[in-house]
């Protein structure tokens, strides 16, 4: 398993600095993760620090509370694309879900999807707010919007990624979708617990952790 590439390395927040997000993209590098998942305004600094590498370039819509207009999260989006994002990750109306206003909840998926034009979009449905049922029915939206990924959490809100949710949402969208597992994956073992129960990608701000742990167990003579 090459957990580097499972990897989305984070740096989000309301006060990141240019010295910290280049160090989020030599680590990026470094180690050769999938991503870097990065606030729009360092998306075109990003795509310039990683281009001619392997590493791709991630971004959040509707972050993090999910309550922008449809219109506004897909003007976002087609924004975030011309900057040189390859990934979209979109926070959804958690209200609009609740309240079973399924239409909203559609609508603002399908015009990321469409904005994104091709490129790989992961759904936030912020599992922590979430019934089981809602988890469910969040899922199978996204898969009806045709999104690449359903995703469980920003990291802001009450609670992050659980197995138990993981799997869940992995059993709902079958062979539809992927699930990122992201909210408190801090260490190797939570990554492999959210691989084996069905994550196919990992948001993490602690991905140098992560790898190192697994080279110091499984892998002393791997070069990052």
Not at 25 to 48: G, L, M, Q
Not at 101 to 129: F, Q
Not at 134 to 143: D, R
Request: hydrophobic fraction near 35%; glycine fraction near 8%; aromatic fraction near 6%.
């Amino acid at each position: 398993m090459n957990l580097n590439k499972y990897i989305d390395h984070t740096k989000l927040g309301a006060n990141v600095s240019q010295a910290q997000m280049d160090q989020l993209i030599e680590e990026a590098k470094t180690y050769d993760f999938k991503s870097v998942c990065v606030n729009p305004i360092w998306v075109k600094h990003a795509a310039h620090k990683l281009k001619n590498t392997d590493v791709l370039v991630c971004t959040v819509i509707g972050f993090p509370h999910g309550t922008h207009h449809h219109l506004v999260k897909a003007y976002e989006t087609l924004e975030a694309v011309n900057d040189g994002a390859d990934e979209i990750d979109m926070v959804i109306n958690v209200h609009a879900l609740k309240s079973k206003d399924y239409h909203t909840t559609l609508t603002e998926i399908k015009g990321v999807v469409e904005s994104a034009d091709g490129r790989c979009v992961k759904v936030i449905i912020e599992t922590c707010y979430l019934t089981e049922d809602e988890i469910v029915k969040a899922c199978e939206l996204a898969v009806e919007a045709k999104a690449t990924f359903v995703k469980t959490s920003t990291g802001f809100g009450t609670g992050g990624a659980t197995i138990k949710h993981v799997e869940l949402m992995k059993k709902t969208v079958g062979d539809d979708a992927l699930v990122k597992a992201s909210g408190g994956v801090r260490t190797y073992e939570d990554a492999i617990k959210m691989i084996e129960a069905g994550a196919s990608r990992i948001g993490t701000s602690n991905g140098v952790d992560i790898v190192n742990k697994r080279r110091t167990k499984d892998d002393t003579n791997t070069t990052y």
